[in-house]
């Protein structure tokens, strides 16, 4: 009988352990207070009271193989690290961990700043903004020192945004300072002599020397060193709202004067600025000044291996020795190396991972969402900063959801594709099913087409795993001048059939000059309504590119690919992977004819947005007729000076929507929730929806 009450109690008080273990599932190295289980047990009318410990829950230890090193796998590398050009979240990453700017972020806020090379947020209480609005004074921080051990001035700081604005070039940045410095609509030094010459170098030397001299001038006059009180002056063309914000992009990094001139950056001369002009990446990078970039900032350069990694290292004696917020970093850094690899398969990054030799990879897409979602351990809420248990508490990763991010994803146009010396992306390059005409796109109808033939359903499904915001405009939903009652276009294959079906063109001989000065005979097509050629009777083939390793952006193009090619089997798509730098390359000499990007914006402000969309970077790229162009500036340059918020919004309204909607430039996509997956020992992460990467002195391995 004693052996039967036995196995009763020893079975009641494994229920009650595996119930403990069930609910109890302390993150790695908590120690767990061991509990005593007390059961009554009645037995033929005997109680009988037995005390028991339980065994603890497991506990799991999560550690880096290294503490002290941080490695994170990328899908590319970056387009150049020279501050006055990279305007891509590689680069950028690199940038803001190397070099410091005059403002910086608090914490997570991209709306609220604080002092870094500055020593005081310039306004108007403090006389930093003068009444009128048109200048700005920064104090400069004294006894910081550059990695090379020079010291910081503030001719540094004016040199840094001068040799921007002078290096220009309308693929880069300096729009964002060319407009309030030089004038609303300016988006480019070159502009002050003559905007034929924009993204023209050769042209460019051989201007006027008198004009070109006084556009250094003006440039020059317009941010100033004052030694007497030690600042530094922005003189603005106009009121400028968001001039601050401009400020803490990689663009604004602090760079020395000396160092930089040394190595390949402007020399300082305004007889000379025109040599400087219009750089590429490819020139740049085989400079110090592209290619190993030296700053102020907590992290130092110390290589970059092409298609292969870059490594940083603490910068031991970096001036930020009390922390920029409560909590936030300061002193040096308590990740003493950055490692950041480039990989484009995702197996590759995932299997390092797990193996501990990665502390973060990069996603090609939320596909891979429930990949990851098997390795998670814990998950933790952004906005509460509560983190539970998963049903796998074993795994290595922490996941952390419920922030929303500030970037998008789109399908541009090139309605004027680059055809010189031949471009394999757009096949024969005539009508005639075996490619398409240079101006392919430039046809409402084949771009209508386009936009109804994509299912937006099932890459908001299969692909954003539901997770995702239809934006129904060029600005994100919330901002200033977005309306959710604006019409999109949606999925529709019979309209689709019916706006390929209305794209017919003409043909007419044309005289071309090649670039030895030689004319000759060529056939140029031209879109017609009551042209004798038919597109859906001839069909035509175009490769569609997109970057190595972002499976997102493939499957965007392979979407297209399917139903375009449903339609009519004659349309014919290819999907075509090109490496980071390649892919940027050939956008902005405009060979593509469409293709897939991201913008993540330089600041929350609209017309962030609504310029690159149409007269800058993507507007540029896509070769957007000269007139529709000067329609969106002047829409663009009026709403942009108005201080009434509300008139603001209706100009959007009003008039840039519905003129963007009309023309049907590319397919304006979803604003995605965001995700992290982070490893169980990483600390100090937070979501800014301006930062391009991580910003490595917050983190830690511990």
Request: a negative charge; charged letters at 20%; one cysteine or more.
């Amino acid at each position: 009988m004693r052996s039967k009450q036995f196995a009763f109690v020893f079975s009641l008080l494994m229920i009650v352990s595996l119930a403990l273990s069930a609910c109890a599932q302390p993150p790695a190295q908590e120690k767990v207070v061991e509990k005593v289980v007390t059961v009554v047990v009645e037995k033929e009318g005997v109680q009988t009271v037995v005390t028991a410990t339980p065994p603890p829950p497991k506990t799991y230890e999560f550690k880096a193989k290294d503490p002290t090193a941080f490695t994170e796998l990328v899908l590319g590398d970056p387009d150049t690290l020279d501050p006055a050009f990279d305007y891509e979240s590689a680069g950028l990453t690199v940038l803001q961990n190397v070099y410091d700017t005059l403002l910086w972020y608090k914490k997570d806020s991209p709306t609220e700043f604080i002092p870094m090379l500055a020593t005081e947020i310039p306004s108007l209480e403090n006389g930093g903004i003068s009444s009128d609005g048109l200048t700005f004074t920064f104090k400069i921080r004294q006894g910081v020192k550059f990695h090379d051990g020079s010291d910081m001035t503030i001719e540094d700081v004016a040199y840094s945004f001068q040799r921007g604005l002078l290096q220009g070039g309308t693929q880069s940045p300096q729009w964002l300072f060319a407009e309030p410095l030089l004038g609303v609509g300016t988006l480019d030094v070159a502009d002050l002599v003559d905007p034929a010459l924009e993204d023209d170098p050769e042209g460019l030397v051989k201007a006027d020397p008198a004009k070109l001299k006084a556009a250094c001038e003006t440039v020059v006059s317009k941010i100033v060193a004052n030694a007497a009180d030690n600042t530094v002056s922005f003189k603005l063309a106009q009121p400028w709202g968001p001039f601050l914000a401009l400020l803490l992009g990689g663009w604004g990094s602090i760079q020395s004067k000396a160092w930089s001139t040394a190595n390949g950056g402007w020399d300082g001369s305004c007889d000379t600025w025109q040599k400087f002009y219009g750089r590429t990446p490819e020139t740049l990078n085989q400079l110090p000044i592209g290619s190993a970039p030296m700053g102020t900032g907590a992290y130092i350069f110390q290589k970059w291996e092409p298609g292969e990694q870059i490594t940083l290292k603490a910068n031991e004696n970096y001036w930020l020795k009390e922390p920029l917020w409560e909590g936030g970093p300061g002193g040096p850094p308590a990740i003493k190396t950055v490692i950041i690899k480039t990989l484009s398969e995702f197996s590759t990054r995932l299997a390092m991972q797990q193996a501990g030799d990665a502390d973060w990879i990069q996603l090609g897409s939320s596909a891979d969402w429930p990949v990851m979602d098997k390795l998670v351990g814990e998950v933790c809420d952004y906005q509460t900063g509560e983190c539970t248990p998963s049903d796998t508490p074993e795994q290595p990763i922490k996941k952390i959801v419920n922030y929303t991010s500030a970037n998008r994803t789109d399908v541009f146009f090139n309605m004027k594709v680059n055809d010189d010396g031949g471009n394999s992306f757009i096949g024969s390059g005539a009508l005639d099913g075996n490619g398409i005409p240079a101006n392919f796109f430039s046809d409402l109808h084949v771009r209508k087409a386009f936009a109804y033939c994509f299912d937006y359903d099932t890459y908001l499904n299969d692909v954003l795993q539901g997770e995702g915001v239809r934006s129904h405009t060029v600005m994100l939903p919330g901002m200033l001048g977005y309306d959710e009652e604006a019409p999109i276009y949606t999925f529709d294959l019979a309209k689709c059939e019916e706006e390929f079906k209305l794209s017919r063109w003409k043909t007419e001989e044309v005289d071309v000059t090649d670039a030895e000065g030689k004319t000759s005979k060529a056939t140029q097509f031209t879109p017609a309504d009551d042209g004798p050629l038919s597109l859906w009777d001839i069909g035509f083939r175009l490769t569609m590119g997109f970057n190595t390793g972002s499976t997102q952006r493939q499957t965007i193009g392979e979407i297209l690919q399917n139903s375009i090619n449903q339609v009519n089997s004659k349309f014919v798509i290819e999907v075509t992977a090109l490496p980071w730098p390649t892919f940027l390359s050939v956008q902005r000499a405009r060979k593509l004819p469409m293709f897939t990007i991201g913008w993540i914006m330089d600041l929350y402000e609209t017309h962030n947005w609504v310029v690159p969309y149409t007269t800058g970077t993507y507007g540029i790229r896509q070769g957007l007729p000269k007139d529709l162009m000067e329609k969106y500036s002047a829409i663009n340059s009026k709403a942009v000076v108005e201080p009434d918020p509300e008139k603001r919004a209706e100009i959007y309204k009003n008039e840039f929507n519905p003129l963007f909607y009309e023309n049907c430039q590319g397919l304006i996509l979803y604003q995605v929730n965001g995700r992290r997956y982070n490893a169980r020992y990483t600390n100090g992460w937070f979501f800014n929806p301006i930062y391009p990467g991580d910003w490595f002195i917050t983190l830690s391995n511990d």
